[in-house]
């Protein structure tokens, strides 16, 4: 296991579809995260999973993005009806522990280009 | 409400020299700060962190300082070489007693480095 990996690294869709990305994070990870980076800002925080159960979602994550992480292994998140202001780089994380203090490793991301 | 502040966009320093990157943050529940580098097309790595319980942190050529009552920290790279040229990510995290955001981390806006050699 060398990391975080996130599928696929690119995803060019039409503006009105639906779109799927995977994370598979470090295997003995049970925190795991979804962010999104658009240019030129840091990463924004979308939604958290501890182990299965998903603990909190940002106000950013409206009602056409759902994520899932069955049985706390790997995590998915969709987006319906995609629309061009969803354009960025999805980025996964995963982190060990049950306070604060442990840093997240990230994978390489997914860049997704609406058009 | 941007929580976590980096206010330069970009720095450019001498190969060999010290570069000394900042942020600023303005929620005092956070107490825990990460420093992350990531290079273009690839995901964010980890750097240093330190908890507020610590006024500095030290691995290598980095240090991070803390200072709590100016909601401040820093990242001092010494010496600088030209394969530390990346984004800079300042980040924090707070430690909410019975809460369920244990580890979300609130980033700053990012900090180019650009080491000349």
């Known amino acids: 296991d060398t990391g975080v990996s996130q599928n696929p690294r690119h995803k060019i869709t039409k503006r009105g579809q639906n779109v799927t990305f995977r994370c598979d994070p470090i295997s003995e990870h049970n925190r795991l995260y979804w962010y999104r980076q658009t240019l030129g800002q840091g990463p924004e925080f979308l939604t958290y999973?501890?182990?299965?159960?998903?603990?909190?979602k940002s106000r950013l994550l409206s009602d056409r993005f759902s994520a899932e992480r069955p049985k706390g292994s790997f995590s998915t998140l969709e987006i319906q009806r995609t629309e061009q202001g969803d354009s960025a780089m999805y980025l996964c994380a995963s982190s060990q522990g049950i306070g604060a203090r442990t840093e997240a490793f990230f994978g390489q991301g997914t860049r997704l280009t609406v058009v | 409400d941007q929580q976590v502040k980096q206010n330069s966009p970009s720095l450019s320093v001498q190969e060999g020299r010290i570069s000394i990157l900042n942020c600023d943050y303005t929620?005092?529940?956070?107490?825990?700060f990460l420093w992350y580098k990531k290079y273009p097309a690839e995901g964010p790595t980890f750097l240093i962190s330190i908890s507020s319980i610590k006024d500095k942190n030290e691995d290598g050529r980095f240090t991070v300082f803390l200072n709590k009552s100016a909601k401040h920290l820093s990242l001092h790279i010494v010496p600088s070489q030209p394969g530390d040229s990346a984004v800079y990510f300042c980040a924090a995290s707070a430690h909410w007693a019975g809460g369920t955001s244990y580890g979300k981390l609130t980033f700053g806006q990012g900090t180019i480095l650009t080491v000349h050699p």
């Open positions: 929620n005092s529940m956070f107490d825990y």
């Open positions: 999973f501890q182990n299965e159960a998903q603990l909190e």
